[in-house]
């Protein structure tokens, strides 16, 4: 039976598909409403580009942010992401069946609360529900997106395509064709330099507050991808499926857990997890020139918890990290003084209704009634309650109708 080919001729349609998806986490933004006021005309003129090959990535926006941790971000114009969404659809099905089970981030029902779920699996399953020791290795990546090697990037992912190329029938130059147009899209936003010609929207006095490992200004030769990119995320996830591949097929570990460049293993033996911290910290240099971050080597009993993307896991329990209870704090006391002063206007209420219910969203998967409950009832001042409800639980602020 003949096989379907990996990568169709690119449609009008499909550039449209891409710009509604695209648009749904950034229809308010500057670039997007820009954009939107001629759509129609700017997708026929992007297809266009595409069709032709002479698309090239415009400039970037960078800027630096403090939360949760302090990182250099560069924002590419909303016509770009839109050829980001196109390409990451068309490889994210082979990427699927590249990619081990627990890798997450980026992926479909593969985010923050699913990869604490499997580590909460793993540390009941190894200690049979805390009856038994066991033991937890945590360990992060230095400088992992501003090390990421460009040039070996692309050869492995160049070779990953050729791989899906060979395992298709091809009878005709345009399906051939149509492989090279993905080589071409991700050669281009590989080796973009998005520095160059940059606009900065933060004081240049910010980067002096930034470790020179995490910035793309001061990386070294041919390395870094920019935070921000959705291509980013999902070549760095590729990047280091290399790694996850290594950790359960040659060191034959099952228990293992990677949300982005943080990953964790689980054993009983704790000689065993010793052992392979110095093979992983040498596959990493050797294979991936990364490096291991010499301060965030953790080894410890997994009744004492480890922390992960923003939450410590223990055996018994999940508790949401004090940093993301604290930066609620901080948006409910900014709220309430800011309602002390003026009355919010209507886009400032959904503003307020969008962020507090962001982190109710993310409370609701973790032991935190209690916390949410004390924290509304501080903070909900009357001047508040005139245009929120809170259900019972403490679960959803929702606006008032007029």
């Not at 700017?42 to 949760?68: A, D, I, M």
């Not at 699996?121 to 020791?133: A, D, V, Y």
């Not at 330099?193 to 606009?199: I, L, N, P």
Request: charge should be positive; proline fraction near 3%; include cysteine.
């Amino acid at each position: 039976m003949k096989l379907e080919t990996p990568f169709k001729d690119l449609t009008l349609e499909e550039v449209f598909e891409a710009y509604f998806e695209c648009r749904k986490t950034k229809r308010y933004s500057s670039g997007a409403m820009q954009f939107e006021t001629d759509y129609e005309n700017q997708l026929v003129k992007l297809y266009n580009e595409l069709k032709k090959n002479s698309w090239k990535p415009g400039k970037s926006t960078c800027f630096t942010v403090t939360k949760p941790v302090r990182r250099e971000i560069f924002a590419a114009p909303f016509r770009d992401r839109i050829v980001h969404h196109i390409l990451i659809r068309r490889l994210n099905p082979f990427f699927e069946r590249h990619f081990i089970f627990d890798s997450y981030a980026c992926r479909k029902q593969k985010g923050t609360h699913a990869a604490i779920k499997r580590l909460e699996h793993f540390t009941r399953s190894e200690s049979k529900n805390g009856k038994e020791e066991c033991y937890v290795l945590k360990l992060d990546i230095k400088g992992f997106f501003m090390n990421i090697n460009r040039n070996l990037l692309w050869k492995r992912l160049e070779n990953f395509i050729d791989n899906i190329e060979f395992e298709f029938s091809f009878d005709s130059l345009p399906q051939k064709k149509n492989v090279e147009f993905v080589k071409y899209l991700c050669r281009q936003i590989i080796f973009n330099d998005c520095t160059k010609d940059c606009m900065i929207r933060s004081p240049k006095s910010e980067w002096k507050k930034l470790p020179k490992d995490k910035s793309l200004f001061t990386a070294k030769k041919h390395c870094g991808l920019p935070i921000g990119n959705l291509t980013s995320q999902v070549f760095a996830n590729f990047y280091l499926s290399e790694l996850d591949h290594y950790i359960k097929h040659s060191l034959k570990i099952k228990n293992y857990v990677r949300y982005v460049d943080d990953f964790a293993i689980v054993h009983k033996d704790r000689e065993f997890l010793k052992k392979i911290i110095p093979k992983i910290r040498t596959f990493l240099s050797e294979k991936l020139f990364l490096t291991l971050h010499p301060c965030k080597v953790y080894l410890q009993s997994a009744q004492k918890g480890v922390h992960l993307t923003g939450c410590f896991v223990r055996i018994s329990h999940t508790v949401c990290n004090r940093r993301v209870k604290n930066n609620f704090v901080a948006v409910l006391k900014k709220y309430s003084a800011g309602a002390l002063k003026r009355k919010p206007a209507k886009a400032e209420i959904n503003q307020m209704r969008a962020s507090l219910n962001s982190y109710l969203g993310i409370f609701q998967h973790y032991r935190t009634w209690h916390f949410r409950c004390a924290q509304l009832k501080r903070y909900m001042i009357p001047h508040l309650k005139k245009h929120f409800s809170v259900t019972v639980e403490c679960k959803k602020v929702s606006v008032k109708a007029k």
